[in-house]
């Protein structure tokens, strides 16, 4: 992914000549207007969409779902509007909003020492007299770092304890001082809560979650229908194979049954499984004030920006599962939201304090983006939420 100045204007010189085309007519609706529809269609051409879902939201409510090109390339099989993908980093706020639960609930507080979940005292050994709020995780100002070990992690077994035990995992910051995105620290998050309620991750979320929303999602991939899930592949340069394929995935997969807390670090940071329109019920919640569902303080928390000032653009700031996005040269509205980037995947969500938002999920597009936010969210943002 392009992440520097000059690594994005390399990418955006070579998008044209040497990215992946894209395979597809025309955008199909289900609902919405035809304007919509031809606006929807350009900026996914423009940013070379493999396949994607755009579901649309006005007034508070779901409207059209606009959708398009292929899920899978080999064999190819064209994206439909109940399209399972990968969410990557959206599964971060969908974790806050499963928090927030359990403290509306008045089963855990985002103030509490993450220490108290665990069965040893957590310290960041840079500054070991200072406890670590659970809050500070969910807005990336813990202090975590994606550490050289944790990242060994993904092909080897080592457990949370070895990571906690590395010096190498903790940047010399005290909580909120200073943000710092780490999605070991987020992953934390989901052993922390499966060893204080000794239930799975995954169970969790669907009995606190998902269930009571009426939300079809999943965190085990084996659980998902094989035939609406989505690959995800890589623009630039065009490998001819999914840097993400999810039959593959799936089949390596074992069955989350039980809780795991020193290994299911991994679950929380990305590996959401979820459709665009099921994704929308949970933006709704948050927009229609939390419908009863979250108390008006867990709302707050979830949206208001926390301290560790910014990082990288200046218009984004982080809260405690949610980022404010307040840029008049993308959208005259102050708006809410997240997003996602994996395997060539880019996906986001972004909505107002009026009832207008979209979620946006694709098995590949451009990776270009301008700070943290994607060139592919920020048009969308200017076609639906000016």
């Given amino acids: 992914m392009p992440v520097t100045a000059r690594k994005n204007r390399l990418y955006a010189a070579a998008l044209p000549l040497l990215g992946r085309r894209c395979h597809w007519k025309h955008v199909q609706a289900d609902g919405g207007d035809s304007d919509t529809k031809t606006a929807v269609e350009a900026v996914l051409r423009t940013h070379r969409v493999v396949g994607g879902c755009v579901q649309v939201l006005r007034d508070g409510q779901a409207a059209g779902l606009y959708y398009a090109g292929n899920a899978s390339l080999g064999p190819r099989t064209p994206v439909r509007s109940d399209a399972v993908f990968r969410t990557a980093s959206i599964a971060k706020a969908v974790c806050a909003l499963l928090v927030f639960r359990l403290q509306t609930l008045g ?15 957590i310290r ?70 499966e060893h204080r309620f000794q239930v799975s991750i995954e169970e969790l979320m669907q009995t606190e979650l998902f269930r009571p929303l009426g939300v079809t999602a999943t965190f085990d991939i084996t659980k998902a229908e094989a035939n609406r899930l989505a690959d995800s592949y890589r623009v630039l340069p065009p490998e001819p194979t999914a840097a993400f394929s999810a039959a593959a995935r799936r089949k390596a997969a074992s069955p989350i049954l039980a809780p795991d807390p020193q290994r299911h670090f991994l679950l929380m940071s990305g590996n959401l499984f979820i459709t665009a329109a099921d994704m929308a019920k949970l933006c709704l919640l948050v927009m229609r004030g939390g419908k009863g569902f979250l108390d008006a303080k867990s709302l707050h928390e979830l949206l208001t920006p926390v301290g560790g000032g910014k990082e990288h653009w200046p218009s984004i700031r982080h809260g405690m599962g949610m980022f404010l996005l307040e840029d008049g040269d993308v959208s005259s509205r102050a708006l809410h939201g997240h997003q996602g980037f994996a395997y060539g995947a880019v996906n986001g969500f972004f909505f107002d304090d009026k009832g207008n938002g979209f979620v946006s999920f694709n098995s590949g597009a451009s990776e270009q983006r301008i700070g943290r936010l994607s060139l592919l969210n920020r048009d969308l943002i200017r076609v639906l939420l000016p």
């Fill in 107 to 121: 089963k855990l507080n985002v103030e509490e020492d993450i220490s108290s979940f665990w069965h040893t005292e």
């Fill in 124 to 193: 960041n050994p840079h500054v070991p007299d200072t406890p670590i709020p659970l809050g500070a995780l969910l807005s990336h100002s813990a202090g975590f770092v994606d550490s050289p070990e944790y990242f060994r992690s993904f092909q080897e077994d080592i457990p949370v304890d070895t990571l906690l035990g590395d010096s190498l995992s903790f940047a010399d910051t005290k909580p909120y001082e200073r943000f710092r995105y780490s999605n070991f620290g987020a992953g934390l998050i989901g052993s922390l809560l």
